[in-house]
């Protein structure tokens, strides 16, 4: 019975030592998306798995701070979906990204393909999500063309008809959609079928050595014939080995994203090494 109660108190002081990590993490986090200080957007290329040459590229956040020191999105995201700052951030990297867009264009900069920009369920299922986007990408002078948001599979099947009615909307204003971590979120053959997306990403779960994964190359291969069968892009995340490009390419995949490419960068540094005249 001791060794129960001493397990009690070591996991309740583990869980009030977790909650006043996640609250001074959110008060800090709400303080950076007022300044933006500390907050910093990185891009990773997407490329044609054929060539080799940039299709697009996936907006990241990365955010150092003063007194916690450097925390990684997989830490942060949580907090601020917990917090309820997730829709706040989220705008905040959307409104970033339409400036880098519009600095780009200025400097005549070419991104050969729209700029993904990840976006939370909070944030898309808001009443004025569309309105603001579209008012903001006017203020930047933005063309609708330029953006591609990517909302997981997982949120999309908390509220499947909400989500199917938001995506309806995007896709009137011609604003591009993919679903992110395919196959991570037990979305239904006939939902895919009426969902407004342009694009499915495969997870990177399933591409972690595929070459040596014969369950992973059934599941794959399946995933890139039915998505194409519906009309839609398929793009493959994490691939870190040529063996995985190769493999990918052969199943039809021609587009991927990962380490074996470019692991995602500053924004002036992306530009200097992928953008171009
Ligand atoms: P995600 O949207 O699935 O993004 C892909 C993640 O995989 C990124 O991690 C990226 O750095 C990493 N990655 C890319 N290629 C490879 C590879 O070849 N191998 C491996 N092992 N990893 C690779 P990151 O930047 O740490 O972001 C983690 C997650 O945090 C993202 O997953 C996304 O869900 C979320 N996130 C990041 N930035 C934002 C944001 O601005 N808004 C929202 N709502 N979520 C974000
Ligand atoms: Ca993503
Ligand atoms: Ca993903
Ligand atoms: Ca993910």
């Known amino acids: 019975a001791k060794a129960t109660t001493e397990a009690v108190v070591l ?21 950076a998306l ?6 910093q957007l990185h891009a990773q290329p997407q490329v044609d798995l054929r060539s080799g ?5 996936e907006i990241l956040l990365r955010w150092h701070d003063e007194l916690i020191g450097s925390i ?13 700052l997730i829709a706040i951030l989220d705008r905040f990297v959307i409104e970033q990204s339409f400036k880098q867009l519009a600095l780009w264009r200025e400097q005549a900069l070419a991104l050969p393909g729209p700029l993904s920009v990840n976006v939370s369920m909070p944030l898309f299922e808001q009443d ?4 603001w986007l579209q008012a ?3 203020r930047h002078q933005v063309d609708v063309s330029a953006l591609e948001l990517e909302i997981t599979e997982s949120g999309l099947m908390h509220n499947p008809a909400q989500a199917l009615s938001v995506a309806e909307r995007l896709r009137q204003c011609g604003i591009a ?3 992110d971590d395919f196959g991570t979120g037990y979305s239904s053959l006939a939902y895919l079928k009426q969902f407004a997306a342009n694009k499915v990403k495969i997870d ?5 050595n595929i070459d040596g994964d014969e369950r992973s190359q059934t599941i794959v291969k399946a995933t890139i014939h039915m998505v194409q069968e519906l009309g839609m892009k398929v793009l493959a995340e994490g691939v870190e080995r040529e063996q995985e490009a190769t493999l990918l390419l052969s199943y039809g995949c021609g587009l991927g994203q990962g380490y074996l490419y470019s692991k995602p960068m500053p924004l002036d540094e992306f530009a200097t090494r992928w953008l171009e005249h």
């Open 53 to 57: 040459r940039l299709t697009g590229a």
């Open 11 to 31: 996991y309740e002081r583990h869980m009030s030592e977790r909650i006043e990590r996640e609250v001074v993490i959110a008060g800090r986090l709400q303080d």
């Open 204 to 208: 990177q779960s399933f591409i972690r």
């Open 34 to 39: 007022t300044t933006g200080e500390g907050l």
């Open 72 to 84: 990684s999105p997989g830490d942060f995201i949580p907090v601020a979906e917990e917090r309820g």
């Open 136 to 138: 903001c990408m006017r």
């Open 128 to 131: 004025d999500f569309v309105d």
């Open 177 to 179: 959609l993919a679903i």
